[in-house]
């Protein structure tokens, strides 16, 4: 790859990966905006052809495959480094532990995606007939989209800057209007969700705001609730997932084993030195690497969604019967971390395989991402860090796994009967959706969203549902790739935007 094609690369990784990490900040979870990859050089390659003239034959396009290398490496800047700063590093902000030591941070969150993308490497041949939902759904952008579709992503993406810069610069422009959000990535996010998502975000907007005395208390009562109900489906519908016959096979796989051995105690090194903390759970935390890394692989292929969440939980509750000094939290972040880039490398697999890439070059790029990533995106948090909790990036998954941590380390005794009723109740009703998705109807989403409406706000969760019901009247009248490329620009022209404004400040 040519130096100027690898400089642009590079730099529309960069601005994905902050915008990313914007929107994770807001919202609480990571976004597949890296898709935009595709886009960006795509346009940027049609436009040196127009102005090249009589030369343009000459300008050597990328091909299907280099779009698949173009993703590894943009994918592998972004996903699990954005989804560490968003949950384990913001909650070590907002608890104020977190580490003043950003060089030897950048570092531990290199080795943490590196033992992740050669999890994923040496899980791949376990995974070779999974469906993957999102490495199919890039495979179509790469291949079906034209130059129509091309048009309206960039009029939507220009719409959306130019409105973002009226909002920001033009005081007397409201930031919600009756209710809903005018933040354009809300509406983007909501469509990306899909009608049913975004119901249960409206859903459990009504329930946790409308009422003006809540039958179940308020403040963190109420967020025990919801913690409560979440963990307890996140964590019965991992366990119900059963990939014992793959884990014993990697168990067992001695190259797999020593491999992990040797990053894991790069990675515990670099952990020590940023937190301080004994190696005195060194060991376990070895033994389960693997496992988790390789659940959250699995749970990607299946569903398109990597259960970050489920696995922290599950750790934090394995842990805490550990006897060692320190926060839980910086550890979790040494078990989540190669599960994050496993599961988000082994969809890019995917997607080379059916695009026919080089499975080694694959590698080479995705490598390059977790590297670049981590130096890129470590600074950048620093700069946003004084920003986390509140208004503008109140870090709701931070939030929860705080909430989680706090209810883990306090007596149960010590609970108010509030508490202690609003976590049965979420426990049931945890349990019962799940078996109501298992039992009665499969094509439910995950209960997760109702209840991560608490951190949220209602004009966002109006607004989501907007976004929601548009995609859904669109649905039959607009492709699938239109439609992912249309409601993208919007997060990913606010998102970019305001990162970048915020940086300059």
Same mark, same amino acid.
């Given at each position: 790859m040519s130096l100027s094609r690898s400089l642009v690369l590079v730099l529309t990784g960069f601005l994905l990966s902050v915008g990313s990490l914007y929107i994770a900040l807001k919202v609480g979870f990571a976004v597949g905006i890296s898709l935009l990859t595709i886009v960006v050089i795509?346009?940027?390659?049609a436009s040196i052809q127009k102005v090249s003239g009589v030369f343009h034959e000459t300008v050597k396009t990328s091909s299907s495959q280099d779009y698949g290398y173009y993703l590894s490496m943009t994918t592998g800047m972004s996903f699990s480094t954005v989804t560490l700063l968003s949950t384990v590093l913001a909650a070590l902000v907002l608890s104020g532990l977190f580490p003043d030591d950003p060089v030897t941070l950048i570092l531990w969150v290199v080795s943490l995606n590196v033992m992740g993308t050669f999890l994923a490497w040496f899980f791949r041949k376990h995974l070779e007939k999974a469906a993957f939902p999102s490495a199919r759904a890039a495979v179509s952008l790469?291949?079906?989209t034209d130059s129509q579709e091309h048009r309206a992503f960039w009029w939507?993406?220009?719409?959306?800057?130019?409105?973002? &810069?009226?909002? %920001? &610069? +033009?005081?007397?422009? #409201?930031?919600?209007? +009756? %209710?809903?959000? *005018?933040? #354009?990535?809300? *509406?983007?996010?909501g469509g990306l969700l899909g009608f049913k998502t975004s119901i249960l975000f409206f859903l459990g907007g009504l329930f946790f705001f409308l009422p003006e005395q809540h039958i179940l208390g308020e403040g963190d009562e109420l967020a025990w609730f919801s913690v409560s109900a979440m963990t307890v489906y996140m964590l019965i519908d991992f366990t119900a997932q059963k990939p014992w016959k793959e884990l014993?096979?990697? *168990? *067992?796989?001695?190259?797999?084993?020593?491999?992990?051995?040797? &990053?894991? &105690?790069?990675s515990l090194f670099f952990f020590h030195r940023v937190f301080g903390l004994s190696f005195f759970p060194v060991v376990l935390m070895v033994l389960l690497i693997m496992p988790c890394a390789l659940l959250a692989s699995r749970a990607t292929a299946e569903t398109d969604v990597a259960p970050i969440g489920a696995l922290g939980k599950l750790g934090m509750v394995i842990l805490f019967f550990i006897p060692f000094k320190g926060s839980l939290m910086p550890w979790i972040g040494q078990l989540?971390? #190669?599960a994050a880039a496993s599961s988000d490398f082994s969809s890019d697999l995917k997607c080379g395989s059916i695009l026919k890439c080089r499975p080694g070059l694959q590698l080479n790029y995705q490598l390059a991402g977790a590297v670049i990533g981590p130096t890129v995106l470590i600074p950048v948090f620093l700069k946003f860090k004084e920003l986390v909790g509140t208004d503008l990036f109140p870090a709701p998954a931070a939030q929860i796994w705080n909430q989680f941590l706090e209810m883990m380390s306090t007596d149960v005794m010590q609970y108010s009967d509030q508490l202690k009723m609003n976590l049965t109740s979420g426990a049931i009703l945890g349990l019962a959706y799940w078996l109501v998705k298992k039992k009665v109807w499969n094509q439910l989403p995950s209960v997760v969203p109702f209840c991560m409406a608490y951190f949220l706000d209602f004009q966002i969760t109006n607004t989501l549902l907007i976004g929601g019901f548009l995609a859904w009247i669109l649905a039959k009248r607009v492709?699938?790739?239109?439609?992912l490329l249309v409601w993208t620009a919007m997060l990913g022209a606010e998102s970019i935007i305001m990162s970048v404004v915020l940086l300059g400040y």
């Open positions: 795509k346009g940027i390659e790469i291949e079906n939507t993406f220009s719409a959306t800057s130019v409105w973002v &810069f009226l909002k %920001g &610069f +033009m005081k007397w422009i #409201p930031s919600s209007v +009756m %209710g809903l959000s *005018l933040s #354009p990535v809300f *509406l983007g996010l014993t096979a990697n *168990l *067992l796989n001695k190259r797999i084993v020593l491999s992990l051995t040797l &990053f894991s &105690f790069v989540i971390g #190669p492709s699938k790739e239109n439609q």
